[in-house]
């Protein structure tokens, strides 16, 4: 046994603590990280947190219909809100959050969409002018 080991550790210079190697593949399980496998944190504080779920599709269904709705301007007002927080049964925060993701994934897509469209029917309706003028 090396001298500098202590009495404890058979000649092995590295720590037994649980969480020394937290390499996912080390073979303990979730190898010494906090979140373990079935989504429920494993925090020394005793709160378990779930991991969070889709909404549901009918509460989506009707945020979405709103969305593109007033898609020149996807920003509900309080009172806008209010209403979609009767429909949905979600919290402000949540609904905030979900237009927030929404603009963020949703509106440049749909920009991208319409500005192509506009060019289609832009370059069709050129085409017939022209092919008028030539008659």
Same mark, same amino acid.
């Given at each position: 046994?090396?001298?500098?080991?202590? +009495?404890?550790?058979?000649?092995?210079?590295?720590?037994?603590?649980?969480?020394?190697?937290?390499?996912?593949?080390?073979?303990?399980?979730?190898?010494?990280?906090?979140?373990?496998?079935?989504?429920? +944190?494993?925090?020394?504080?005793?709160? @378990?947190?779930?991991?969070?779920? =889709?909404?549901?599709?009918?509460?989506?269904?009707?945020?979405?219909?709103?969305?593109?709705?007033?898609?020149?301007?996807?920003?509900?007002? #309080?009172? #806008?809100? @209010?209403?979609?927080?009767?429909?949905?049964?979600?919290?402000?925060? @949540?609904? +905030?959050?979900?237009?927030? =993701?929404?603009?963020?994934?949703?509106?440049?897509?749909?920009?991208? @969409?319409?500005?192509?469209?506009? #060019?289609?029917?832009? +370059?069709?309706?050129?085409?017939?002018?022209?092919?008028?003028?030539?008659?």
């Amino acid at each position: 046994m090396h001298p500098s080991y202590g +009495s404890g550790h058979q000649d092995y210079p590295y720590s037994t603590s649980p969480y020394y190697d937290r390499s996912p593949f080390s073979g303990g399980g979730n190898g010494g990280y906090p979140m373990s496998f079935d989504g429920i +944190s494993d925090h020394a504080d005793g709160k @378990q947190k779930r991991r969070r779920g =889709n909404l549901p599709k009918a509460v989506t269904d009707t945020l979405r219909v709103w969305f593109t709705e007033h898609i020149a301007h996807p920003y509900p007002t #309080e009172e #806008e809100k @209010q209403i979609l927080m009767a429909k949905t049964g979600l919290t402000i925060s @949540q609904i +905030s959050n979900w237009f927030i =993701n929404a603009r963020r994934r949703s509106l440049p897509q749909m920009t991208k @969409q319409a500005q192509t469209e506009a #060019e289609i029917r832009d +370059s069709q309706g050129g085409s017939i002018t022209a092919s008028k003028m030539r008659s």
